[in-house]
Nanobody, 124 residues
Framework: QVQMVESGGGLVQTGGSLRLFCAAS????????MGWYRQAPGKEREFVAG????????KYSDSVKGRFTIFRGNAQRTISLEMNSLKPEDTAVYYC?????????????????WGKGTLVTVSS
């Protein structure tokens, strides 16, 4: 059974930083990539950042490029997201997700496994 658990969310002021963590278990041995997505109130879920499991590439949405950094942890099936220079528009529930087979990761519906999310609130 696959379990993906996010942590590290919270309340932060504009310009502040947070680091999110995702620990997964039960994922297939041959995993293609993992990533972070977010969903703000009243909006669709959107791609934030992704990394392939061999850590040969990373991808970012334009809205977070230069401010957020995705890392693959040393422990099996863990990733984190370092978020700097946070803005009120970054407020959302952040989800960790994983994809088994190669393909586009920028589409949330392309991901196979999901966590339940962690809330990030950036106050102005």
């Amino acid at each position: 059974q696959v379990q993906m658990v996010e942590s590290g969310g919270g309340l932060v002021q504009t310009g502040g930083s947070l680091r999110l963590f995702c620990a997964a278990s039960g994922l297939p041995k041959n995993l293609y990539a993992m990533g972070w997505y977010r969903q703000a109130p009243g909006k669709e879920r959107e791609f934030v950042a992704g990394i392939d499991w061999r850590a040969t590439w990373t991808k970012y949405s334009d809205s977070v490029k230069g401010r957020f950094t995705i890392f693959r942890g040393n422990a099996q099936r863990t990733i984190s997201l370092e978020m700097n220079s946070l803005k009120p528009e970054d407020t959302a529930v952040y989800y960790c997700a994983a994809k088994e087979n190669s393909g586009i990761i920028q589409r949330p519906d392309a991901m196979d496994y999901w966590g339940k999310g962690t809330l990030v609130t950036v106050s102005s």
